[in-house]
């Protein structure tokens, strides 16, 4: 099984900051990977897939990067109702979520 | 507009089974796939299996297999997803999720695009 591991857990920051939190497989996955934000109480809204592609509707200040075994998801310029948990999920061999990474204020 | 629509909070004693039911509306049930993730409280994304309306064939993952069995009805665009021998580690909300297929640069990439509300499942004696 294709294991995701994402960091780090939880990241403090406020808004307008950059804030980057990375995916990493264990073993290669080309681009078959996608980010999702959750908030409490709600279902996953995906945000990103084939690494790099955004989702139709989603704010420009997401974006993501990488191919193989490491990836990234980047906020630009952190809004208020960015403040959520991310999961990085991949694709390539049925689906592996990562363990999430809570996006806090600071 | 796509709606995944699940059946409401269930309350089990260990040893029974949950069936939880996902109805779909706004597009072709049987043209995309159906998967199951569930959430344990306060933990990450854990994902069960799929299943093809068009066909009802299934892939389950490793740790559900002998226990999880998932169904549809075509007749009224709806995916079941049953669990049985509940165990106090089932507790946790269920969600069903449309795998869309989406293409780019000539690769097209299947992921959950559409998901319902999540059903909480409570395993307690």
């Known amino acids: 099984d294709i294991q995701m591991t994402q960091s780090p857990s939880s990241v403090s920051a406020s808004v307008g900051d950059r804030v980057t939190i990375t995916c990493r497989a264990s073993?290669?996955?080309?681009?078959?990977l996608a980010w999702y934000q959750q908030k409490p109480g709600k279902a996953p809204k995906l945000l990103i897939y084939a690494a790099s592609s955004l989702q139709s509707g989603v704010p420009s200040r997401f974006s993501g990067s990488g191919s193989g075994t490491d990836f990234t998801l980047t906020i630009s310029s952190l809004q208020p109702e960015d403040f959520a948990t991310y999961y990085c999920?991949?694709?390539?061999?049925?689906?592996?979520f990562g363990q999430g990474t809570k996006v806090e204020i600071k | 507009q796509v709606q995944l629509v699940q059946s409401g909070a269930e309350v089990k004693k260990p040893g029974a089974s949950v069936k939880v039911s996902c109805k779909a509306s706004g597009y072709t049930f049987t043209g995309y796939y159906m998967h199951w993730v569930r959430q344990a409280p306060g933990q990450g994304l854990e994902w069960m299996g799929w299943i093809n309306p068009n066909s009802g064939g299934t892939n389950y993952a490793q740790k559900f297999q002998g226990r999880v069995t998932m169904t549809r009805d075509t007749s009224i665009s709806t995916a079941y997803m049953e669990l049985s021998r509940l165990r106090s580690d089932d507790t946790a909300v269920y969600y069903c999720a449309r795998e869309g297929r989406y293409c780019t640069n000539g690769v097209c990439y299947y992921i959950a695009d559409y998901w319902g509300q999540g059903t909480l499942v409570t395993v307690s004696s």
């Open positions: 073993q290669g996955i080309s681009s078959w």
């Open positions: 999920q991949q694709a390539n061999s049925f689906w592996t």
